[in-house]
């Protein structure tokens, strides 16, 4: 099986994605300049983060629309690109998911307004914060809540 990437823009990559994308690179995992998806078993869509606040414009919208139109089986990573964090609105265009893996804890966006209907199933996953790191924050997290698995259903 062939395993490819596709970055928009490589150069703007800096501090952790940027050597994710060395380390890509240094497996042979080819990196391409425009989404080619007509081989791909599924597309995973992490164009953006949080923080959006308008809709996407130029080769970001290019690229989710061509990532809806390809009719692969789509899984987005903390949340689907266009789609606000906060707010659930879905800016056009917004990636239609299948499945979402939230990073942490779920973002209010993936169940408000049109989040539910864009994200498909949504999976919250452990990636090591701190129990104390979120009370710092006044942010309450269930007791044990990866307890069990590194991955829960929401």
Known sequence: ???????????????????????????????????RLDEAEMVVDAIFGVGLSRPPQGRYEEWIETINASGKRVIAVDLPSGLDADTGVAYSPCVRAELTVTLGLPKLGLLLADGPGLAGEIWVADIGVPRAAYEVLGIEVPEGLFGQADAVKL
């Not at 490819?4 to 300049?33: H, N, Q, Y």
């Open 1 to 35: 099986m062939l395993t490819s990437v596709c970055c928009i823009d490589p150069a703007r990559l800096r501090g952790p994605a940027a050597r994710a994308l060395e380390a890509l690179i240094g497996a042979g995992v080819d990196v391409l300049s425009e989404p």
